[in-house]
């Protein structure tokens, strides 16, 4: 009787440590970036690009990095978001046999798990072949596109699952087509699902560094083609750790502060919104 | 019948708005001379031009939907397939320029005298995934079973969101971290308590840690799902026969979601083994096997990150880079295959 309790006990307190663990990393992270990050942010360095020397230490900002990052995320998340849904919706018994539908999803499954990097070298390889060098806009978001697909499909999907069967029943009853109840019933279900899985690529696609290294290359200006390179919130970063000059480096952790500020905006979006449209849901 | 004089001025105003784009068109092409503007206009009226003339039936607004959605899946999952080909067909240079075995088995990665042995670089990505899934295991497993059966509710609201943030907070910030936290605490006190006192801080085991990090929240998250889905049933008949909570835990919850945990650890042996950015930043970039495990070393997708700006001058480096990128897909391909598979098999057998 003793020893058991005492096992009990060990794997108490082994458990307490390992949540301690955990909730820690995440407290230490957000504390060195803030804490390294505040000091050297200024409104200067918000409002303006970084050409003029922004990397040797001298004045400008980063906003051509803000800017890039949402002209890569936002049309990515858009494309995502319209590939995402129509394919969740294509999943459903309705439509696909279940077994083809199960590959589909495997297909998807294995999407989710490639790395992105992988993304980045096929994005390369196709800008090699047709002679594009250096990286442009256009490759970046088609990287992040791909990224960003399997999250959105797989967050609508499981909500999908969730609607009730009687629900559809009723939308065929009342004589409305396959597509119709698709769209205006099960969409309408799914907004949870929805709005979960497109804030989640957009958090994923903003933050995302491997893919976007490997394809837009960096320019101290505004991007004003889809051809042109631009810069980006995550490379700006690798490039500015790299340098050797210290005051150069410490804007890294700016840069690192505002987009961690982004990713943590997006999260509390994500927890309201979700909670706000569960609640129209027909269980 | 209001209905029907309403939608026959719709028909009219889409007939000269038709009749403008048509207008419109003609002016881009001749006046202004830009094609794109002009074959958009066309287009646009094409397809008024269609509307006005075809009844759209409900039917056929249902056929039309239908076949787009049909259109959209099966050109993503063309899209994977082409992936798939597009890796392949790169890596075949040099295939055909140094046998595989070549390729695997040798370890001097020389891009500029044309040598590309990865075997040091997979055994590196082998003893950082290792090492990095030794360490989250456990501490996920744990954390996991205490916040689904121990934690009181109140905890349990806060702790959910904090490991939503961690899963979402970007690979660079966690290399950033990494760099200012844990390279000096390695240089300076655990590789030389250790007795490694040449350590820079960058190597293997600070990659491990940081990869560890990043793993905790895919594992807790979807383990919590599983352990969530265990029925109370069965928790109360281990309890009511006078098992601890603990003994309820290894001998009635582990069995039962055995197939989630199972496949949890999978997704997360494939991000540590693909992640690229965060490892490249702290892992001393150096194709070699260190002689312990705080020396510089490589891993497969940081040898992407670290070498991809040299492609344009050697051309056979990307297509080494491209066998490399294919490696890494087949590998999770693979685990992803067994996983589903391993999944299909236990949960029939496990089955309660």
Known sequence: MNRRNLEEKIFLGLMLASVFIVMGSLILIVTVIVLNGAPSLSVQILTQTSEGGFYLGAGGGFLNAIVGSLLLALPATGLAFLAGIAIALYLQKDFLRPSISNFIRLCLDIMWGVPSVVYGVFCLTIMIVIGMTGGSLLFGIIALTLLEIPIITRSIDESIKMVPIGLKESAYSLGSTKFETAMKVIRKQAMPGVIAGVLLGFGRGIGDAASILLTVGDSNYFPTSISDQTAALPTMILNLVSMPDQVVQNKAYAVAFVLLMIVLLISIITRYLTKKSSKHIIK | ?352
Request: aromatic share 12%.
């Open chain 2, 1 to 352: 019948m209001p209905s029907n004089t309403q939608s026959s001025v719709l028909k009219n105003k889409l007939l000269l708005a038709g009749i403008l784009s048509l207008f419109l068109s003609f002016i881009s092409l001749f006046i202004f001379n830009n094609f794109i503007l002009f074959a958009l206009f066309l287009i646009l009226f094409i397809i008024l031009l269609v509307y006005n003339f075809i009844k759209i039936t409900r039917e056929l607004y249902d056929a039309l939907g239908t076949r787009l959605m049909l259109f959209v899946t099966a050109s993503v999952i063309f899209l994977f397939f082409l992936l798939l080909a597009v890796l392949i067909n790169g890596s075949i240079n040099i295939l055909r320029d140094q046998s595989l075995s070549e390729l695997i088995l040798s370890s001097t990665w020389k891009p500029f005298s044309g040598e590309f042995g990865l075997f040091a670089v997979i055994i590196d990505t082998l003893i950082v995934t290792a090492i990095s899934m030794l360490i989250a295991i456990p501490i996920s497993l744990l954390s996991a079973i205490y916040i689904a059966e121990y934690a009181p509710k109140k905890f349990k609201n806060i702790i959910r969101p904090f490991i939503d943030v961690l899963a979402g907070v970007p690979s660079v910030v966690f290399g950033l971290c990494a760099l200012l936290v844990f390279v000096p605490l390695i240089r300076d006190d655990i590789a030389p308590f250790f007795g490694s006192t040449i350590s820079s801080g960058f190597g293997l085991f600070t990659a491990s840690l940081i990869l560890a990090i990043m793993v905790f929240p895919i594992i807790i998250s979807l383990c919590l799902e599983s352990f969530n889905s265990v029925p109370v049933a069965l928790k109360e008949a281990s309890l009511s026969l006078g098992a601890t909570k603990w003994e309820t835990v290894k001998k009635v919850i582990f069995r039962a979601s055995g197939p989630g945990v199972l496949a949890a650890i999978f997704l997360g042996f494939g991000r540590a083994f693909g992640e690229t950015i965060a490892v490249s930043m702290v892992i001393g970039n150096q194709e070699l096997i260190p002689k312990s495990l705080f020396g510089p070393g490589q891993t497969l997708a940081s040898l992407i990150a670290s070498n991809y700006t040299e492609v344009s001058s050697i051309p056979i480096l990307a297509s080494a880079l491209i066998f490399v990128a294919l490696i890494l897909f087949v590998v999770v391909l693979i685990f992803n295959l067994l996983g589903y598979l391993v999944l299909r098999r236990a949960s029939k057998r496990w089955a309660y």
